[in-house]
């Protein structure tokens, strides 16, 4: 079963971050998310392992959940959910 914690905590570091903003580079979102007590060092080591650069939510939860895979641990952590892609209403 999926520890709840990590995306948990890791949902509200996202929320905080893009909150005013559409795209944040990962050494804020590490930031905000060192912050946090319930995320262990292993837990923020995921972040470390994500390229440097600026990213939307939907392509930061993306490489998160990339991170997780490769390292087998979607069973022990769990997925973040993806948020929907937004359309246009013109795209609709």
Partial sequence: MPDPAF???????LDEVYRDQDRAP?????????ARTRLTADMLAHLN???EGDYTRREMVEEINKV???RG????????????RIEAVEDT
């Fill in 73 to 84: 641990e979607q069973d022990s952590l769990g997925l973040l959910d993806v948020p929907p």
């Fill in 49 to 51: 392992e994500i390229p």
């Fill in 68 to 70: 997780i895979q490769r």
């Fill in 26 to 34: 990962v050494r804020e979102i590490y930031g905000r998310a060192s």
């Fill in 7 to 13: 995306a948990h905590e890791m949902r509200q570091v």
